[in-house]
C-alpha cells in the first residue's frame, strides 16, 4: 500500500484542475456521444483524459473535487460519468493503490455508465416515476454497457466487468445478476460507493440533490447490505464531511464554500466567506477554520451545518471563475 503527500496546496492546483477538468468535460461528452452514435468507445482519448485526472489527484485532490462539485442537471450523464472518474481515483490513492491501479479505477469510473447511451433519452430523463417496463430499460443500461465496451479495442477487462456490475449488491439483491459479496470485483465494489455518492449529491431529472453529509449517512447505513462494509467505511473517511467545494453555514451565520480539506482537523476545513446571513458581506475573505482549534476564533466559526448547491442562492458554478481570481489575486 503506497501513501501519498500533496505536492502542492490546492490552491496552486487549481489553476492546472481548471483546465484539466475543461477539457475532461469535453472529451467525456466526445466520448458519450461517439458511444451513442457510433457504438465504440474512443480507448485512448479515455485513457488520456483518466491519466490528466490522475496527475491533478496525484497533486492535490482537493482542487479536482471542487470541480466535480459543479453541476449543471442538463449534462447529467457527462458529469456524473466524470465526477464518477474523479471521485474514484482520489478514494484509491487514499486506499494506497499504485498510479497504474489508479488509471485503471479512473477508467472504469469513467466509462461506467456508459451503456446508457443506449436507453432512449425519453426513459432515461423522465421526470416523473419509472413504470416496472421502463425501470428495466434501465437496468439494461449495464447489459448495453458490458457489450459496448467489449467491441472496444483496447479496453481492459476490469472496465467491462465494472459497467456490468458496478449495481450488484453485497447481499444479493442488486442487478443484472444478483451477484453475491464475493462475486463482486473490488473495483465494482469501489464505482458503486461513489456511483451512489455522486447521484445523491446531484440533482437527478426525478430527485433532488442531498447534501454530501446526508449521502455518507446513507452509505454508512446501508454498509454490509448494499456496499462493500470495509470499503463504504473507508470511503466515508475519505470524503470527510466537509469535501472541497461543500457550502458550509457556520453557527455565526457566515456562509462559504470549502476550499481545502484540513486533514489533521476534518471538521475544520479552509473555507472562503461568500455570505452573511445577518448582514450584507463586505468582501469575500478566506478562513481557515483551524484557527478555532488555536483560539484565534471564537467556537462561533464552527460549522453547523452543510447545504445544498444553490442554498442562499449561492451556486458554485458562478463561484469557478470568480473563485480563481478572488482566491489568488
Given at each position: 500500500?503506497?501513501?501519498?503527500i500533496?505536492?502542492?496546496?490546492?490552491?496552486?492546483?487549481?489553476?492546472?484542475?481548471?483546465g484539466?477538468?475543461?477539457?475532461?468535460?469535453?472529451?467525456?461528452?466526445?466520448?458519450?456521444?461517439?458511444?451513442r452514435?457510433?457504438?465504440?468507445?474512443?480507448?485512448?482519448?479515455?485513457?488520456?483524459?483518466?491519466?490528466?485526472?490522475?496527475?491533478?489527484?496525484?497533486?492535490?485532490?482537493d482542487?479536482?473535487i471542487?470541480?466535480?462539485?459543479?453541476?449543471?442537471?442538463?449534462?447529467?450523464?457527462?458529469?456524473?460519468?466524470?465526477?464518477?472518474?474523479?471521485?474514484?481515483?482520489?478514494?484509491?490513492?487514499?486506499?494506497?493503490?499504485?498510479e497504474?491501479e489508479?488509471?485503471?479505477?479512473?477508467l472504469?469510473?469513467?466509462?461506467?455508465?456508459?451503456g446508457?447511451?443506449?436507453v432512449?433519452?425519453?426513459?432515461?430523463?423522465?421526470?416523473?416515476?419509472?413504470?416496472?417496463k421502463?425501470?428495466?430499460?434501465?437496468?439494461?443500461?449495464?447489459?448495453?454497457?458490458?457489450?459496448?465496451?467489449?467491441?472496444?479495442?483496447?479496453?481492459?477487462?476490469?472496465?467491462v466487468?465494472?459497467?456490468?456490475?458496478?449495481?450488484?449488491?453485497v447481499?444479493?439483491?442488486?442487478?443484472?445478476?444478483?451477484?453475491?459479496?464475493?462475486?463482486?470485483?473490488?473495483?465494482?465494489?469501489?464505482?458503486?460507493?461513489?456511483?451512489?455518492?455522486d447521484?445523491?449529491?446531484?440533482?437527478?431529472?426525478?430527485?433532488?440533490?442531498?447534501?454530501?453529509?446526508?449521502?455518507?449517512?446513507?452509505?454508512?447505513?446501508?454498509?454490509?447490505?448494499?456496499?462493500?462494509?470495509?470499503?463504504?467505511?473507508?470511503?466515508?473517511?475519505?470524503v470527510?464531511?466537509?469535501?472541497?467545494?461543500?457550502?458550509?453555514?457556520?453557527?455565526?451565520g457566515?456562509?462559504?464554500?470549502?476550499?481545502?480539506?484540513?486533514?489533521?482537523?476534518?471538521?475544520?476545513?479552509?473555507?472562503?466567506?461568500?455570505?452573511?446571513?445577518?448582514?450584507?458581506?463586505?468582501?469575500?475573505?478566506i478562513?481557515?477554520?483551524?484557527?478555532?482549534?488555536?483560539?484565534?476564533?471564537?467556537?462561533?466559526?464552527l460549522?453547523?451545518?452543510?447545504?445544498?448547491?444553490?442554498?442562499?442562492?449561492?451556486?458554485?458554478?458562478?463561484?469557478?471563475?470568480?473563485?480563481?481570481?478572488?482566491?489568488?489575486?
Amino acid at each position: 500500500v503506497k501513501s501519498y503527500i500533496n505536492k502542492i496546496d490546492a490552491q496552486k492546483e487549481h489553476q492546472a484542475a481548471m483546465g484539466v477538468f475543461r477539457e475532461a468535460k469535453k472529451l467525456t461528452k466526445t466520448l458519450l456521444d461517439d458511444a451513442r452514435l457510433g457504438g465504440v468507445v474512443n480507448t485512448e482519448q479515455a485513457k488520456a483524459t483518466v491519466k490528466d485526472c490522475v496527475g491533478s489527484i496525484l497533486r492535490n485532490p482537493d482542487a479536482l473535487i471542487w470541480m466535480s462539485r459543479m453541476r449543471n442537471e442538463d449534462e447529467y450523464t457527462a458529469e456524473h460519468c466524470l465526477n464518477v472518474c474523479i471521485l474514484s481515483i482520489a478514494f484509491g490513492r487514499h486506499l494506497g493503490m499504485s498510479e497504474e491501479e489508479l488509471e485503471k479505477l479512473g477508467l472504469c469510473g469513467l466509462l461506467h455508465d456508459v451503456g446508457k447511451m443506449r436507453v432512449p433519452s425519453n426513459v432515461l430523463n423522465k421526470r416523473e416515476e419509472l413504470s416496472d417496463k421502463e425501470f428495466n430499460i434501465i437496468k439494461a443500461h449495464t447489459v448495453h454497457g458490458r457489450n459496448l465496451l467489449m467491441s472496444s479495442p483496447g479496453i481492459p477487462n476490469a472496465t467491462v466487468d465494472v459497467a456490468y456490475s458496478h449495481h450488484e449488491r453485497v447481499d444479493g439483491t442488486g442487478y443484472p445478476r444478483k451477484l453475491k459479496a464475493a462475486g463482486i470485483s473490488d473495483f465494482a465494489r469501489i464505482i458503486a460507493i461513489v456511483d451512489a455518492y455522486d447521484a445523491m449529491t446531484g440533482d437527478r431529472c426525478y430527485s433532488r440533490a442531498v447534501p454530501g453529509t446526508v449521502a455518507l449517512k446513507r452509505i454508512f447505513d446501508d454498509r454490509g447490505k448494499h456496499f462493500d462494509e470495509r470499503l463504504a467505511l473507508e470511503f466515508i473517511k475519505c470524503v470527510g464531511l466537509y469535501p472541497p467545494g461543500s457550502i458550509v453555514e457556520l453557527i455565526n451565520g457566515l456562509v462559504g464554500i470549502v476550499l481545502e480539506t484540513n486533514y489533521r482537523y476534518r471538521h475544520l476545513p479552509k473555507i472562503i466567506v461568500v455570505k452573511d446571513l445577518n448582514k450584507p458581506l463586505e468582501k469575500e475573505l478566506i478562513l481557515n477554520l483551524v484557527d478555532v482549534e488555536q483560539k484565534k476564533l471564537d467556537k462561533t466559526y464552527l460549522i453547523k451545518r452543510a447545504l445544498c448547491d444553490g442554498t442562499y442562492d449561492i451556486r458554485l458554478r458562478d463561484y469557478r471563475e470568480k473563485g480563481l481570481t478572488f482566491t489568488y489575486g
